[in-house]
């Protein structure tokens, strides 16, 4: 018996039906191990030991293969032919040799690039060993992305409170939108002007053609900047003389692209199909996995992480028999096309994407697929034919002009390109972020010497045409785009971009809008904050030349050790650098790097820093356990703030201008909608602590009216007793978003309106839900009910809990000796497990009751001075930055 291993259930039937009965082949559902996530899991000091852990999911799947391993004569590991699928066989085979089930068993590695029968038996036929060096790669790059996501951010946490993390290639990828963005703000527009001159010939044809020299001066296209010039030149042309100088006509060849790799496959999705790179890698892993097609699954097309661009040799026997019967000879070159790689660091160890079969057109798949399957299915298909068709024969023409007048000369030019033969535009045509028009533009046939006339071409247009524009700045980052640049510049790996571009979009560091990368405020500072103290680990060359060292590793030529030793030297000493910083200092270099976002200029001149409360207090970037925002130096005889981003002096900001919505009708007290530094919120009344509720997400703040206002202050709301135990069930909106709550029981709600109309049904529900979820645990029913503490108060139950009965008491839950029958301990036995759990550390109460001492001594004490304050600020974002938080992991 022979066990095959792959990553997913689907392929693991299909391979199944291909190899036979003598074969079980079973799915570890991707990785099995992982490193936790916490801080420890990579040791630097032990020569960057690393502790792995099994997902709890792989449990059952491994003891699965565990067992069918132990039966078999041969473990055959085919998994995905990268450097995750070799990690992954290599995770697995690691498990394996600790259950100690291989003994003297065969092991063998097979990897195909498609999931077809022909692929699936010629892979069997050739195995090879486990790649060491592709898992020694693996090694680093997950060391490295760990050791900069769970050293660099508690760091950021601790000098910047409110900061999410950190990562590594997230960052050089996030620095690349926010300096995209900062281009935006400081771009200042240049005005220009554009002259042409619409021609006729004598032959009564027209075409129009463009200024390029004037009185011996060769004009750009930036040099006529004010209507003076242009109009100057336009009287000139306007009573001139026009003839030919000269005509150049050339052939032209335009060739087809390469197949798709990873990074162009993304970048295609997005322009042509709209798909985000994610969900592009989604349906391609489909299409790879394979489809249902007369009963039986196949794949249709080969793996889609890859940097290679060539194809197989009967792959492109097959496409010029296709090209040839569905286009004619005449679209067939006269040899095979061959391609090579243009992006740094390629590695071209597989093909490139194609379908599995490229006899097998879009048409005839079409009514197996969903319509996203669909279209990339043609889209690959399209781009994979086309790089192996007749390249396309253009024409183009170049027509010199001379003008004569008034004493002056000017020159002028038209540009056309016809195309000859359409080659492999006939099926395909590359799509382009610019959205450049490549439609063709014919010229008339002239003689050198020709006269010409200027006429204009209809009513609305003149024979001389003068056009004022001003520059743009460059665009925004398409994810299409991105991906180019970064892989233009060697930054990650085109498998990874998909789930960097997400990750920042999870982490609210980017939106999304109109298919452009916007950074958000949370991002910005984040990257001003590496860019200021950890420049160099944000280097476009310093992360381009890691990624170099981890492909040397995968062809076995450097140590992944000595590579995590050099890096880890570097990396720890700019970390120790800063730990004294002092978060003033942070909050400088902030102001400053951030000064044109956060402070744009005032239309008057006037100091775009000047509090427009106090006028005499300046504004400075502020951070707090929320985030950051914008608040006086004067605080806190100035409590001016606003929201980061939103300009000085902008209706509704800090807590200027509050708008009114209307009175309570049962206190008669204003009702009133303002904009803190969290964002809006309505406040009812101006007592000293007035009720206060922020706007839910969904609610924005020009929808707002007394109704709705009134709606969120009322909250929380009594829905109804529980039929249960009658306790009363409420609902609300907290931290998480809208819910309702019973017995310390919450269960989230699908949006904020619910909230105001779920019944006692809907509630009794969710909570039913929520709680079979969790096992029931937060309203467990008691095995005995014991009675009071008797010196503390409270009630003393027993409980059968998931790791056997215990005893609770608060928030003490003191776990019974064994063959202790719960229902017959008592009270004084239970009154003495308590204690002893107590006395070891498990009592929590402990430090809420000396928490609400504090808080009665700080009500009691005197006002704290200003500087008492600040310290203050400073403690308590310390210790709110302490609160555990995860890491960005880039290898996720």
């Keep these: ?114 999931i077809t029968k022909k692929a699936v038996l010629e892979a069997m036929a050739n195995p090879r060993e486990l790649d060491t060096p592709l898992v020694d790669a693996y090694l680093a790059r997950r060391a490295l992305d760990y050791l900069v996501g769970f050293t660099l951010s508690p760091v950021l946490w601790r000098k910047l409170p409110g900061a999410r993390s950190a990562g590594r290639v997230q960052s050089v990828a996030l620095r690349l939108i ?33 200024l390029t020299g004037f009185d011996g001066k ?25 003839k030919v100088d000269s005509v150049a006509s050339k052939p032209a060849k335009r060739n087809p692209a390469a197949p798709f790799t990873t990074s162009t496959l993304q970048q295609e999705a997005s322009r042509k199909l709209g798909f985000a790179a994610s969900r592009a890698m989604q349906v391609a892993q489909k299409l790879y996995e394979g489809i249902s097609i007369g009963g039986e699954t196949t794949g249709l097309i080969t793996y889609m992480r890859t940097d290679g661009v060539q194809i197989a040799g009967e792959a492109i026997a097959s496409a010029r028999a296709v090209i040839g019967k569905d286009f004619g000879d005449q679209y067939v070159p006269e040899k095979p096309r061959f391609y090579s790689a243009k992006a740094k660091n390629a590695q071209e160890a597989h093909e490139a994407i194609r379908p599995t079969d490229l006899a097998r057109r879009p048409k005839d798949v079409a009514r197996f697929l969903d319509p996203d399957q669909a279209r990339l299915y043609e889209l690959i298909w399209k781009r994979t034919m086309a790089s192996q068709m007749e390249s396309a024969v253009l024409e183009r023409t170049t ?103 997400q990750t920042l979009r999870d982490r609210d560091y980017v939106e999304l809008e109109k298919k452009q990368l916007v950074p958000q405020d949370k991002g910005r500072i984040v990257i001003a904050f590496l860019e200021s103290f950890f420049h160099r680990y944000v280097e476009f060359d310093f992360t381009a030349s890691l990624e170099e060292q981890l492909d040397k590793i995968s062809a076995g030529e450097l140590s992944w050790l000595d590579v995590l030793r050099d890096f880890w030297k570097g990396f720890s000493a700019a970390v120790n650098d800063i730990k004294d910083l002092r978060v003033a200092e942070v909050i400088d270099a902030l102001n400053e790097l951030l000064g044109p976002h956060i402070f744009p200029p005032k239309e008057d001149g006037s100091n775009p820093r000047q509090c427009p409360s106090c006028d005499t207090g300046q504004l400075s970037l502020k951070v707090s356990r929320w985030g950051a925002f914008i608040g006086c130096s004067n605080y806190p005889e100035c409590g001016f703030t606003r929201q980061l981003g939103k300009p000085s002096g902008e209706e509704g900001e800090g807590e200027e201008g509050p708008k009114l919505l209307g009175q309570d009708p049962e206190t008669g007290l204003d009702v009133t909608l303002r904009n803190g530094r969290f964002g809006p919120y309505v406040q009812l009344g ?82 039913a839900e929520k709680r079979s979820k969790t096992g029931g645990r937060a309203t467990a029913t008691p095995v005995k009910e014991l009675g009071e503490h008797p010196q503390e108060g409270g009630p003393i139950n027993v409980y059968d809990g998931r790791y056997g009965p215990y005893v609770k008491h608060g928030k003490i839950n003191a776990t019974l000796p064994k063959d202790t029958d719960p229902k017959a301990l008592t009270l004084e036995q239970a009154l003495e497990l308590i204690a002893a759990k107590a006395s070891k550390g498990g009592k929590k109460t402990a430090a809420k009751k000396t928490t609400a001492k504090k808080t009665t001594a700080k009500k009691a004490a005197p006002k704290k001075t200003t500087a008492g304050k600040a310290a203050a600020r400073k403690t308590k974002a310390t210790v709110d930055a302490s609160s555990e938080q995860v890491p960005w992991d880039d290898a996720s």
């Design 1 to 114: 018996m022979n066990v095959v291993i792959v990553e997913s259930p689907a392929k693991a039937k299909t391979i199944n039906k291909y190899l036979g009965s003598d074969y079980t082949v079973l799915a570890s559902f991707g990785h099995v191990r992982d490193l936790p996530p916490k801080d420890g899991s990579v040791k630097p000091d032990d020569d960057f030991a690393m502790s792995w852990q099994v997902d709890s999911k792989a449990q059952k799947r491994l003891t699965e293969i565990a067992n069918a391993v132990k039966d078999a004569d041969r473990l055959i590991l085919a998994t995905d032919p990268d450097r995750e699928g070799e990690a992954i066989s290599w995770h697995v085979l690691e498990v394996l040799r600790k259950k100690r089930v291989l003994k003297d068993k065969k092991i063998e590695r097979v990897v195909f690039n498609a």
């Design 178 to 210: 926010c300096d995209r963005e900062m281009e935006i703000e400081t771009f200042k527009s240049q005005e220009y002007w554009s002259i042409f001159a619409n021609l006729k010939t004598p032959a009564g044809d027209t075409f129009q053609a463009g």
């Design 218 to 242: 060769k004009i750009g296209r930036l040099d006529i900047s004010n209507e003076a010039e242009a109009s100057a030149i336009k009287t000139m042309l306007e009573s001139a003389s026009f």
């Design 399 to 501: 027509i010199e002009i001379l003008a004569d007048g008034s004493g002056k000369r000017a020159s002028l030019r038209a540009t056309g390109s016809v195309v000859r033969f359409d080659g492999f535009l006939a099926l395909y045509q590359e799509g382009r972020d610019d959205e450049e028009d490549e439609s063709s533009r014919r010229l008339p046939a002239v003689d050198e010497g020709a006269p010409l006339t200027a006429a204009s071409v209809d009513d609305k247009t003149e024979a001389i045409e003068a056009s004022q524009h001003f520059t743009t700045p460059p665009p925004r980052y398409t994810e299409a785009s991105l991906v180019k640049k970064m892989e233009e510049l060697g930054i990650g790996r085109p498998s990874t971009y998909a789930s960097t571009l």
């Design 686 to 767: 101006e007592e000293a602590k007035p009720k206060r509720a922020s706007l839910p997400r969904g609610w924005s703040a020009p929808d707002m009216d007394l109704d709705k206002a009134l709606q969120l202050l009322s909250l929380p709301r009594d829905v109804g007793p529980h039929p249960e135990d009658g306790k009363m069930i409420s609902a609300g909106i907290g931290r998480y978003g809208p819910f309702v709550l019973h017995n310390g029981t919450y269960a989230n709600l699908s949006s904020p309106d619910e909230v105001f109309s779920v019944g006692i049904n809907r509630a009794v529900d969710a909570l």
